[in-house]
């Protein structure tokens, strides 16, 4: 699986910024994908998941101004982002979950795109 990012930029707090993230492979509808953000000299935190069935969960950091969706006949995650807050600023991967375990721990994500770098200033 490849996973590509992008819709990153420096924005205003307030503002808004919607992440894409285009997999390939014929099986996306059945991954379970997840986004995660890392400031620097930080460790990688999770921000939110959509489980294959469609279903959503999200850091409570993130919860009510960020919104993660799918679209299976593109084969991309979404994550929208509003009310952006400068301690948003991070880049932010996406990732293919593929064990059980915490769906919260980057370490139960084995296939990661390469990080769009997201910039609020105050």
């Known amino acids: 699986v490849q996973l590509q990012a992008s819709g990153g930029g420096l924005v205003q707090a307030g503002g808004s910024l919607r992440l894409s993230c285009a997999a390939s492979?014929?099986?996306?509808?059945?991954?379970?994908m997840g986004w995660f953000r890392q400031a620097p000299g930080k460790e990688r935190e999770f921000v939110a998941i959509?489980?294959?069935?469609?279903?959503?969960n999200y850091a409570n950091s993130v919860k009510g101004r960020f919104t993660i969706s799918r679209d299976n006949a593109e084969n991309t995650v979404y994550l929208q982002m509003n009310s952006l807050k400068p301690e948003d600023s991070a880049v932010y991967y996406c990732?293919?979950?593929?064990?059980?375990?915490?769906?919260?721990?980057?370490?139960?994500?084995?296939?990661w795109g390469q990080g769009t770098e997201v910039t609020v200033s105050s």
């Open positions: 990732a293919v979950r593929s064990r059980g375990g915490l769906f919260t721990s980057h370490t139960n994500y084995n296939y």
């Open positions: 492979g014929r099986t996306f509808s059945v991954y379970d």
């Open positions: 959509i489980w294959s069935g469609g279903n959503t």
